[in-house]
Antibody, heavy 119, light 109 residues
Framework: QVQLVESGGGVVQPGRSLRLSCAAS????????MHWVRQAPGKGLEWVAF????????RYADSVKGRFTISRDNSKNALSLQMDSLRPEDTALYYC????????????WGQGTTVTVSS | QSALTQPASVSGSPGQSITISCTGT?????????VSWFQQHPGKAPKLMIY???SRPSGVSYRFSGSKSGNTASLTISGLQAEDEGDYYC??????????FGGGTKLSV
């Protein structure tokens, strides 16, 4: 079945880095763009980043631009999010989500991985 | 990238209909047909309920419908059921080539 499994979350000090991963299965990963979306504790959803199916197009929310980098390895069906210069406000549950091709939305979501930025 | 505006909460009785609004600008909701709605139950991942303003993915109940007028999109749930209780989020593609979510609406049944 179609599945996305995130990993790599944890507790990190402000200013440090963390790399999240998302393993995709059950569909042709190289045929879909992908997103990262986060949800701070008790708060709403916030779109974080997008990468096209071939990795050539990357887009970021203003809140993470210049600090986060989205990437993918289609040979390994893997999506990543490199998070640098982390801030306490980056604390959240991070979801990877599949883009519903040409529909500009997300149709499949993982269960998320938790990132806590605290000293 | 300002968040879309949704009411914090709505409520309804079983069998009734409710509508959740999602207000943006001409740079997002008003400018594109790419408005989606997600349902989220506590501790669960969001689930796509509506895309492209009014289209339903396979498996989503016909009781869920979407519409848009100007800069405001709406999600209507008819024949409310207890299982509909949860949080609902709208999202729209924007002129900045990014996506913006609404603040979320808590539905109580």
């Amino acid at each position: 079945q179609v599945q996305l499994v995130e990993s790599g979350g944890g507790v990190v000090q402000p200013g440090r880095s963390l790399r999240l991963s998302c393993a995709a299965s059950g569909f042709i990963f190289s045929g879909h763009a992908m997103h990262w979306v986060r949800q701070a504790p008790g708060k709403g959803l916030e779109w974080v980043a997008f990468i096209s199916y071939d990795g050539r197009d990357e887009r970021y929310a203003d809140s993470v631009k210049g600090r986060f980098t989205i990437s993918r390895d289609n040979s390994k069906n893997a999506l990543s999010l490199q998070m640098d210069s982390l801030r306490p406000e980056d604390t959240a549950l991070y979801y990877c989500a599949r883009d519903l091709s040409t529909r500009y939305t997300m149709d499949v979501w993982g269960q998320g991985t938790t990132v806590t930025v605290s000293s | 990238q300002s968040a879309l505006t949704q009411p914090a909460s709505v409520s309804g009785s079983p069998g009734q209909s409710i509508t959740i609004s999602c207000t943006g600008t001409s740079s997002d909701v008003g400018g594109y047909k790419y408005v989606s709605w997600f349902q989220q139950h506590p501790g669960k991942a969001p689930k796509l309920m509506i895309y492209e303003v009014s289209s339903r993915p396979s498996g989503v109940s016909y009781r869920f419908s979407g519409s848009k007028s100007g800069n405001t999109a709406s999600l209507t749930i008819s024949g409310l059921q207890a299982e509909d209780e949860g949080d609902y989020y709208c999202t729209s593609y924007a002129s900045t080539s990014t996506w913006v979510f609404g603040g979320g609406t808590k539905l109580s049944v």
